[in-house]
Nanobody, 124 residues
């Protein structure tokens, strides 16, 4: 079982950048496809990005390609989400998650392990 802890969230202005970090422990993340999701109060949690075991393949939500970049370092047991040109609609709690499925995907049900989330607030 893997434990995940996110960090790096905060209050920024529109157009700014943030880099979220996800530190894993308990097991190497090399066994998992890793993903980032986000959630606004009162709305369903939504997929943001995912990365394959060795980082060779990535998948992004339609709302973020070109602005967000997911990356990983299995040796450091870390996953990151670089977010550029942030928009007010990017405001949400961002969650790191680990999937035991054998394919890169955006389905919440595929992700078995979750962090506690980190708040990102983008002011206009």
């Amino acid at each position: 079982q893997v434990q995940l802890v996110e960090s790096g969230g905060g209050l920024v202005q529109a157009g700014d950048s943030l880099r979220l970090s996800c530190a894993a422990s308990g097991r190497t993340i090399s066994y998992y496809i890793m993903g980032w999701f986000r959630q606004v109060p009162g709305k369903a949690r939504e997929f943001v990005a995912a990365i394959s075991w060795k980082g060779t393949n990535t998948k992004y939500a339609d709302s973020v390609p070109g602005r967000f970049t997911i990356s990983r370092d299995n040796g450091k047991n870390m996953v990151w989400l670089q977010m550029n040109n942030l928009l007010p609609e990017d405001t949400a709690v961002y969650y790191c998650a680990a999937s035991i499925e054998a394919q890169l995907g955006d389905r919440i049900s595929w992700y078995a392990y979750w962090g506690q989330g980190t708040q990102v607030t983008v002011s206009s």
